[in-house]
Nanobody, 131 residues
Framework: QVQLVESGGGSVQAGGSLRLSCAAS???????????MGWFRQAPGKEREGVGA???????NYADSVLGRFTISKDNTKNILYLHMNNLEPEDTAMYYC??????????????????????WGQGTQVTVSS
């Protein structure tokens, strides 16, 4: 089992920055060493969409809507996943979720980012961007 806990959300003005964290705990091994990890977001009335992903080897990829503004990184020793968000826009307002998948490979890097590829999810952290 893997438990994921997001933090770092908040309210910022357009053009601002936030860093989200996702702490993972596993009873078996270091989650981020062997799992693919993804960040998703869901705005009210909309479907959950993938923001980006990082594979077990550290490779990353991003949705077009955040490319150049968001960066995913991880600390394997601390089992923490990060989402660095810069130049935030009101359209980025959403609940942000991290997710873990016990697989790796180019398919996980997307896009597209399929919700059903991921077995474990955090509870989410809210990001609100005002204009």
């Amino acid at each position: 089992q893997v438990q994921l806990v997001e933090s770092g959300g908040g309210s910022v003005q357009a053009g601002g920055s936030l860093r989200l964290s996702c702490a993972a705990s596993s009873t078996t091994y270091s989650t981020y060493v062997t799992y693919a990890m993804g960040w998703f977001r869901q705005a009210p009335g909309k479907e959950r969409e993938g923001v980006g992903a990082i594979d077990s080897d550290g490779s990353t990829n991003y949705a077009d809507s955040v490319l150049g503004r968001f960066t995913i990184s991880k600390d394997n020793t601390k089992n923490i996943l990060y989402l660095h968000m810069n130049n935030l826009e009101p359209e980025d307002t959403a609940m942000y979720y991290c997710a873990a998948a016990p697989v790796s490979g180019p398919l996980m890097l997307g896009p597209p980012y399929r919700v059903d590829y991921y077995d474990f999810w955090g509870q989410g952290t809210q990001v609100t961007v005002s204009s």
